[in-house]
């Protein structure tokens, strides 16, 4: 396969790395590298000597974020029709075997939501996460308002949500939202690790943990996701998200009239 906007390789014949790859946007995640992405993860999952895959971007950025500038000009009928997110982004939700997110520097936004899709996500010291969207006025679309108060808990998600302030590795790793923080250049070799110890267990006790946990995690998942995605393909309709989204394109302060 030819991928263009991630690449991919495999690490001891055993473990599928996908690195996202549009630097100069800062990973920014367009409909083509989600489509690039969920392929990716797909073949990985087909193949019987892949044991795991890890989903990492550079280490300025995880990804900052689904791509502004392609949503701006977006209205309510082109995401709703368009099936916007659940078209490819949920490709991630039905990949069984373990994902790892290795996040380095900034996971905003839809970055942060994609690596909440994961299974786990190991965090470099300088790994940043938010959820902006509200300064663009709209809210997380791809569950991120589901997924976050899950893993921190009402009062951080709704802290981070509506300020949509950064948190630090650290404070994310208290928070719960990752399971290990180690030093930016030790990150790929923490990732890797762990992927090769969940190589070497039986593939089905592991889809078996993962489907289990997520059995337990997702109880009333799908019922958020629909509701927020409805609500976030709503926002489209408002003249706030344009506002919102053309400052952030041309570079000044956004001025919301709540209309
Ligand atoms: C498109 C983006 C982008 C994004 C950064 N860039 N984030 N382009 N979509 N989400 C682009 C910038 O426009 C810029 O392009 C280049 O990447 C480098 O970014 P800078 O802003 O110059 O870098 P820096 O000053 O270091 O600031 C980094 C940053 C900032 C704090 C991460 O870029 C930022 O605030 N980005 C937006 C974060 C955000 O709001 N994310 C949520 C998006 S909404 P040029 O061409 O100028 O060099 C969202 C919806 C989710 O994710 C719901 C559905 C999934």
């Not at 082109?78 to 039905?94: A, H, L």
Request: include cysteine.
């Amino acid at each position: 396969m030819n991928f263009e906007l991630i690449n991919v390789r495999t690490e001891a014949g055993r473990v599928g790395i996908v690195t996202l790859n549009r630097p100069k946007q800062l990973n920014a995640l367009n409909d083509q590298l989600m489509d690039e992405l969920g392929a990716a993860l797909k073949a990985f999952d087909a193949d019987p000597a892949i044991g795991c895959a890890i989903i990492t971007g550079s280490e300025k950025a995880f990804a900052a974020g689904a791509d502004i500038g392609a949503m701006a000009s977006y209205s309510f009928a082109d995401v709703y029709k368009g099936d916007y997110i659940t078209r490819n982004w949920e490709q991630i939700r039905s990949i069984r075997k373990p994902v790892i997110a290795a996040v380095s520097g900034f996971a905003l936004g839809g970055g942060c939501e994609l690596a909440m899709m994961c299974d786990f996500i190991i965090a470099a010291d300088n790994a940043r996460f938010g959820q902006p969207e509200i300064k663009l006025g709209i809210i997380p679309g791809a569950g991120g308002t589901q997924r976050l108060p899950r893993a921190v808990g009402k009062a951080k998600a709704m802290d981070l949500v509506l300020t949509g302030r950064m948190m630090d590795a650290s404070e994310a790793e208290r928070a719960g939202l990752v399971s290990r923080v180690v030093a930016l250049d030790k990150l790929m070799d923490e990732a890797l690790g762990a992927a090769l110890m969940i190589c070497d267990y039986s593939q089905m006790a592991v889809m078996a943990a993962k489907e289990s946990i997520n059995r337990a995690f997702e109880g009333s998942l799908n019922d958020g996701i629909v509701f927020e995605r409805r609500l976030f393909h709503a926002l489209f309709a408002t003249a706030d998200q344009k506002e919102g989204m053309d400052a952030f394109v041309n570079k000044r302060k956004a001025v919301f009239q709540n209309k």
